[in-house]
């Protein structure tokens, strides 16, 4: 949900209104799959299919009907689910700045994709990340003084991401569940629909 009025361009796809139920339907594993079977594949971006979200295709995905309560349930998951991720990601770019202030210099270089994500690696291995990234002529990490000053840190905001994809895995499992049982689906129909999903 945006709610700081940004722009898109046309390679972008907005829906107007500001409806946390529908936005939690939307984001759900049971349109993803209805999606994946009706929409104009587009390109495969990290193992996993993205899509061309116009209009004609998204017109037709069912949209269950729910009582107030369930209504209101998913809504509030669902803006958990934006307050969890953009808490996570302002501290994944806050520590990609970080980095590219202290080992970068000057604009010329970036991290490379690898550095990104850096809360998925070691500190040695992101010591590699970034003497690659930044042309270093060593592997700053190897470095005991530098080590010694970015170890706690690293694992202070890699515990801090973490948590939160903990919680945000935990609301949006409990509204992929919600969702499920509106559509009710049984065990089977939704196991296939996750094999599907996943891959």
């Known amino acids: 949900m945006d709610t700081e009025q940004r722009y898109l361009g046309n390679t972008g796809y907005i829906i107007p209104g500001a409806d946390y139920y529908l936005l939690g339907i939307l984001s759900s594993w049971a349109t993803w ?38 209504r209101a349930a998913i ?3 669902a803006k958990l689910c934006c307050s969890l991720g953009a808490q996570r990601y302002d501290i994944q770019t806050s520590f990609q700045h970080r980095l590219i202030q202290t080992f970068g210099e000057g604009d010329q270089y970036q991290l490379n994709t690898k550095a990104q994500m850096w809360w998925e690696h070691s500190l040695n291995e992101l010591g ?8 270093l002529r060593d592997n700053p990490m190897k470095n005991p003084r ?25 609301a949006e499992f409990e509204i992929n ?23």
């Open 33 to 70: 799959f209805f999606i994946s079977k009706t929409a104009q594949p587009l390109r495969l971006r990290g193992d996993r299919w993205q899509y061309r979200l116009i209009a004609q295709f998204m017109e037709q995905i069912p949209i269950p009907d729910a009582s107030d309560s369930n």
């Open 146 to 170: 530098i080590a010694d000053r970015w170890e706690q840190y690293l694992e202070e905001k890699r515990n801090e991401v973490d948590g939160l994809s903990r919680q945000l895995n935990n």
């Open 75 to 77: 809504a509030d998951l």
């Open 177 to 199: 569940n919600r969702i499920y049982r509106l559509f009710d689906l049984t065990t089977d129909e939704i196991e296939l629909l996750q094999r599907e999903v996943e891959h």
């Open 128 to 135: 590699n990340a970034l003497k690659q990234s930044f042309q």
